[in-house]
């Protein structure tokens, strides 16, 4: 592979690394499980995966993506069983 064609590939790969996750479906969750999340947490843009539990945006800075939302003591919070 030449120099050049190497550099491509990897500022393409660079620049993919940029982009946010694609959007899902944000839930409104409700005040419960809000008293559930520990502080420091973005419960604006919440999303329930095919895991059954809630993950939360976060916008970190270098990147942008989805974490689990975490109980006070670092628990997962999930609303189903996770499907099969």
Do not use: H, K
């Not at 945006?57 to 919070?77: A, C, W």
């Amino acid at each position: 592979m030449s120099p050049l064609r190497g550099a491509s590939v990897v500022a393409v790969l660079m620049l993919s690394a940029c982009m946010p996750p694609p959007e899902g479906e944000v839930e409104q969750i409700s005040e419960a499980v809000r008293a559930l999340a520990a502080p420091g947490q973005n419960l604006t843009q919440v999303r329930i995966e095919s895991d059954g539990c809630y993950w939360y945006r976060y916008d970190g800075p270098v990147e942008t993506t989805f974490l689990p939302l975490l109980t006070r003591d670092d628990r997962m919070i999930c609303a189903r069983t996770p499907s099969s």
